[in-house]
């Protein structure tokens, strides 16, 4: 149904448009009765075997929704219904921001990819912990990053407002220094900005009765030298886990047309995959398994997400392939996990 009717219809539009157009779709369906009921019917699947707890979490299965796709939580139990174990909401910041201008999201067709430099567009994370008050059973991230005007050396303050905003309403935290969208972010991945940033928030969070698990999201293009000192800072710090990986710069091997492929942005899909993969594999084997990996990038097939825990990934996340390939790919997924257990 999706595949051959849905899909071709939606792509018709503007993909942002379509985004907040199926917001507002899933939004009103869920509301007439018994449509969620006959959603989750649908697409949820409840095994023994699917269960995982990770950084002292219980997952009713690992396949979650990546950051990006319900950044202000409005959708987070709707969205639960398809299937999903957990739901990453954010990037949240501070202060609402309008995000980078109009347009800012490019389908790549021909290569199952999106270019998006949206820009930690979102209300602000006060309101989103006006709807998150009101969950119920849905296991949520945060995912939290710095206003656009916020200097690099101010930064720290932003991050802090965020955690100590969500605290109550969250189940783990992922710090964001890896989106390609907002002016100089990726700066603060390296070696000392990284490990104050981090110390920071690690002692803030071991000051709280209960602490939340801390995870930090990576991008694609760190090389190993840069990956090598994000495990010694994991190490030193003792954070609980790595998100691997944000969206992608490198425009390499790719089948659409050079236009496109000149919009400046993160790449998500199909293409980003293979070094999602790598990036896993390499930090698994080099920290010898010191933290758990959620793996996220290309994961468009069942296959997809196998490869991902088998390179070390704990859970795997979607977005641009719950995009392409609808939501029975999360029921696909999980299947082969039983099959596979």
């Known amino acids: 149904m999706y595949q051959l009717f849905i899909k071709p219809f939606l792509f018709l539009f ?19 009765p018994g449509m969620s009921f006959l959603i989750r019917k649908l697409f949820c699947l409840n095994h023994p075997s699917l269960e995982r707890e990770v950084f002292g979490l219980r997952f009713k299965n690992p396949v979650g929704l990546a950051a990006g796709f319900d950044k202000d939580a409005k959708l987070y139990e709707e969205l639960s219904n398809f299937g999903f174990g957990f739901i990453e909401i954010g990037t949240l910041t501070p202060k609402g921001q309008d995000g980078n201008p109009k347009k800012r999201l490019f389908r ?42 916020t200097s690099n050396e101010n930064a720290i303050n932003d991050y802090i407002y965020c955690f100590d905003a969500l605290f109550d309403y969250v189940d783990y935290f992922v710090v964001n220094v890896s989106s390609p969208n907002t002016p100089n972010l990726r700066e603060l991945q390296d070696k000392e900005p990284l490990t104050k940033l981090l110390t920071t928030l690690k002692k803030r969070n071991d000051q709280r009765e209960n602490s939340k698990p801390m995870l930090l999201k990576i991008a694609p293009d760190l090389s190993n030298d840069q990956l090598l000192d994000i495990i010694a800072i994991i190490k030193k710090v003792k954070i609980d886990g790595v998100i691997a990986t944000n969206t992608t710069l490198n425009r390499a091997d790719l089948n659409s047309s050079k236009s496109i492929l000149k919009e400046p942005g993160g790449l998500s899909g199909k293409p980003l995959n293979k070094r ?66």
Request: with cysteine; hydrophobic share 40%; net charge positive.
């Open 108 to 149: 790549l067709k021909n290569d199952h990819a999106i270019i998006n430099r949206m820009g930690f567009n979102n209300e602000g994370v006060d309101e989103a912990v006006k709807r998150l008050k009101k969950n119920k059973n849905v296991l949520i991230g945060g995912n939290i990053g710095k206003n656009k005007t």
């Open 276 to 341: 999602s993969n790598e990036v896993i594999r390499f930090l698994c084997e080099k920290s010898n398994q010191a933290f758990p990996i959620i793996g996220v990038g290309g994961i468009h097939s069942e296959e997809d997400a196998l490869r991902k825990i088998e390179a070390g990934a704990s859970l795997v996340q979607l977005y641009t392939g719950f995009v392409y390939e609808g939501p029975l790919l999360i029921k696909k997924i999980n299947k082969a996990l039983i099959k596979n257990t």
């Open 14 to 32: 503007d993909p942002e448009k379509v985004h907040y157009f199926s917001f507002t779709a899933i939004r009103l369906g869920s509301k007439i």
